[in-house]
């Protein structure tokens, strides 16, 4: 139990489809992340919030758009999205940037 | 890029000690080792970290080299619920160096 948790596990999407991605820590963390992991490729950093403020975005297309409405929540929006988008997406949180972060399990998402 | 260097895959005997090795020659003074594993299909899961001294927890040891150009992570009795990779990564504490930039890490294959 990481105090971690995602939602859902499992999302299939078309292209032209809007969904969210839900994360949530019960850890008292005050920084939230998001990582994407592809087939065979290391997992990549892709947003990094603290005290609720976007404090890093790695160059991700503005087809994601991540939104972190307290400590506890962390979202990530996804929008016309393409096959290669496919991927486990990852979030973790942390007491501190740069502190050991604890992850969840990961949401899987297939893009048709 | 990730400034650790590790063998894509190990083997080892279920009971016995798991040595996992890390090349980190390029570290900085100001620089932790943290290690981190996943078990498949799962999110990372943060093991262990150290600065300068030999750390040892419920999950693990770790081994630092005096001049810090390398470090072992040890299992000292692994079980087939260690079969995961492993990865080693070098990070300051604290702020947006503080992120985790993860390689391809090691496949530890627990064997019966």
């Known amino acids: 139990e990481t105090g971690v948790t995602q939602t859902p596990r499992h999302l299939v999407m078309g292209m032209t489809n809007k969904k969210s991605l839900k994360c949530e820590q019960h850890l008292g963390h005050n920084a939230m992340y998001w990582y994407k992991q592809s087939a065979k490729k290391p997992l990549e950093l892709m947003f990094v919030?603290?005290?609720?403020?976007?404090?890093e975005n790695n160059s991700v297309p503005s087809r994601f758009s991540p939104e972190c409405p307290n400590s506890s929540h962390l979202f990530l929006h996804l929008h016309t999205l393409q096959p290669e988008d496919s991927a486990l997406y990852l979030c973790a949180s942390s007491l501190m940037s740069g502190r050991e972060q604890f992850f969840g399990p990961g949401t899987r998402l297939t893009v048709l | 890029d990730a400034k650790t260097t590790q063998p894509p895959s190990m083997d080892c005997a279920e009971g016995r000690a798991a040595n996992l090795p890390c090349n980190h020659s390029t570290i900085s003074g100001n620089e932790y080792v943290y290690w981190y594993r996943q078990i498949h299909s799962q999110g990372p899961q943060y093991i262990i970290h150290?600065?300068?001294n030999n750390e040892t927890n419920e999950m693990a040891s770790l081994i630092i080299t005096e001049d810090r150009k390398s470090s072992t992570l040890i299992l000292p009795h692994a079980t087939l619920r260690d079969t995961a990779v492993y990865y080693c990564?070098?990070?300051?504490?604290?702020?947006?160096?503080?992120?985790?930039?993860f390689g391809k890490g090691t496949k530890l294959s627990v064997k019966p």
């Open positions: 919030y603290s005290l609720e403020e976007r404090v």
């Open positions: 150290g600065l300068k």
């Open positions: 990564i070098v990070r300051v504490a604290g702020g947006s160096q503080g992120n985790l930039i």
